[in-house]
């Protein structure tokens, strides 16, 4: 079990040279841990660690690829202070995973960074927000036609309280568990969902399937149980990075928490055979995209 980790010993964000069994494991479902890599607070930011720094009306702060910051309290000098927190954690995110992966470089796309200041579970939300349980990540309004989400988390939380997460089984096994339970890709649905401004673009066949992969697993409170399953208490002080469409994952607790999201076009990793698309392609026998 305790194979779903690989731990990455570094202490530095700039990695000298990447171990090719560190790609090969991160591809293949891993989570790269790394216990010594810090993200470092200036002293004033340490004022951004309580809740009440996030706006009640959303989830997370966000920092977009223009620098725009979403979603906090507080006046100008505030804002723009938290904006460069954030800011620099990105910047180490992407030093990070481009020594990490140099192939990926050319072809990564970058996301809004987030910041989670909330404890997890303080938020009434329908099961299928919950991440509290199993999940492989799948976005409901934004189609990605197989395109890999790739995230890079941080733990800040001054308390030395670590975010516990659980992780589950390999995507394959979910995936045959699951795929007999879904429901079938409508392509006239797909569309009506689209022309009601629902989803940016059209569902393809492969994010419908993501979708109700993701929903399956949410729903399924004896899955969620018994399926095989590891606790990782990730401490304060410590990075991981995982293919969060393809590792299933669930956060029991913590807060304070950083986190970059990127994007990659499935046919640009190490090994495309390993893709959520090429396995859920695998397994229906049709072309999902
Ligand atoms: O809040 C967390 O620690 C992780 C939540 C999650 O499932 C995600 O960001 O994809
Ligand atoms: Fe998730």
Not at 66 to 76: E, I, S, V
Not at 223 to 233: G, K, S
């Amino acid at each position: 079990m305790k194979d779903k980790l690989i731990e990455i010993t570094t202490g530095d964000w700039q990695l000298d040279q990447a171990d090719p069994d560190w790609v090969a494991g991160l591809e293949a479902g891993k989570v790269l841990y790394f216990p010594n890599l810090a993200f470092e607070l200036l002293p004033p930011e340490t004022a951004f660690l309580k809740p009440e720094i996030l706006d009640p009306k959303v989830r997370n702060i966000s920092l977009n690829e223009h620098g725009q910051l979403k979603g906090a309290q507080g006046d100008n000098d505030t804002q723009e202070a938290l904006a460069a927190m954030i800011g620099r954690f990105r910047s180490q995110a992407l030093a990070l995973v481009h020594s990490l992966l140099p192939k990926y470089q050319e072809s990564l796309r970058v996301a809004p960074t987030s910041y989670r200041p909330m404890p997890v579970g303080n938020r009434k939300q329908s099961w299928r927000a919950d991440d509290r349980r199993l999940h492989v990540d799948a976005f409901p309004s934004r189609p990605n036609y197989g395109e890999r989400i790739l995230r890079v988390f941080t733990n800040i939380n001054p308390h030395d309280e670590p975010r516990v997460w659980r992780l589950g089984e390999p995507f394959e096994e979910m995936a045959e568990k699951m795929l007999p339970r879904a429901k079938p890709y409508v392509r006239w649905q797909a569309s009506v969902i689209n022309k009601l401004g629902i989803t940016k673009s059209m569902r393809s066949e492969y994010d419908h399937l993501m979708l109700q992969l993701h929903d399956l697993m949410k729903s399924d409170l004896d899955y969620q149980q018994q399926v095989e399953q590891l606790t990782v208490p990730f401490p304060p002080g410590s990075v991981w990075v995982c293919f969060s469409d393809l590792v299933s994952h669930a956060v029991a607790s913590g807060q304070y928490m950083l986190e970059q999201t990127l994007h990659l076009p499935a046919d640009k990793q190490y090994d495309p055979t390993l893709s959520p698309l090429a396995i859920l392609s695998r397994i229906t026998g049709r072309q999902l995209v």
